[in-house]
């Protein structure tokens, strides 16, 4: 029973992580949100850094 719980239980849990939306931490334009130099360590050429 204990089993069959936890399978259940790990199943909802990849269910719901597949049907979430991605999170996009980057826009492939500008560093807006970044923290630190972005200035000199950082450059984003042809929407990739």
């Known amino acids: 029973m ?9 199943l909802l849990a990849f269910v719901s992580a597949a049907i979430a939306e991605p999170v996009l ?12 130099d972005t200035d000199k360590i950082w450059r984003i050429e042809e929407g990739a850094c």
């Open 2 to 10: 204990r089993t069959l719980r936890f399978a259940m239980v790990a």
């Open 25 to 36: 931490i980057f826009d492939s334009r500008t560093f807006a949100g970044w923290e630190g």
